[in-house]
């Protein structure tokens, strides 16, 4: 006799679909925008970088700055509290599979398969159009999914 049985997953709220989803997108370009913005002029103002061929040196290295500048923005909001500024205005918080705010490691995967689903021509962004639960690439890569939540608790 086998007593061995699936973990109990607690019911998650349902998944947003794609314009919720596209709308979270935009609006947290527009912070990481003015984000990158103020961390690029903290490196170009005291080294006395232009924006022209100056900077062509250091090029590869500040890629990679702004880089680090972009995963910092989203995996830091996502495992502390699950939500980006974009995510709580649209009342959508990131979560595992058991409901419980992602670990970093789940975060650090979620960021780099969203960059394949954006690679893809957006396609991993499109599947929640075609996914029964409604999930994109990097969700089910990751093991993390967005789901509603209510307007008053934020929870």
């Known amino acids: 006799m086998n007593d061995s049985h699936p973990p109990v997953i607690p019911s998650l709220p349902p998944a947003p679909g794609l314009l919720r989803r596209?709308?979270?997108?935009?609006?947290?370009?527009?912070l990481l925008f003015g984000l990158l913005f103020f961390a690029g002029a903290l490196v170009i103002v005291p080294l006395g970088l232009g924006?022209?061929?100056?900077?062509?040196g250091h090029h590869l290295l500040f890629r990679l700055y702004l880089g680090l500048v972009i995963l910092w923005f989203y995996c830091?909001?996502?495992v502390n509290g699950g939500q980006t500024l974009g995510m709580r205005t649209w009342r959508v918080r990131l979560v595992d599979v058991e409901g419980r705010t992602?670990?970093?490691?789940?975060?650090l995967i979620r960021f780099a398969a969203a960059i394949l689903?954006?690679?893809a021509l957006?396609?991993?962004?499109?599947w929640v159009l075609v996914d029964r639960d409604r999930l994109a690439w990097h969700d089910r890569?990751?093991?993390t999914r967005l789901v509603m939540v209510g307007p008053a608790t934020g929870s």
């Open 102 to 107: 992602p670990s970093w490691r789940q975060a």
């Open 122 to 126: 957006g396609l991993g962004f499109l």
């Open 141 to 143: 890569l990751s093991g």
């Open 76 to 78: 830091g909001f996502w």
């Open 117 to 119: 689903s954006w690679a």
């Open 51 to 56: 924006f022209g061929s100056e900077i062509q």
């Open 22 to 30: 596209m709308a979270i997108v935009c609006y947290d370009l527009l």
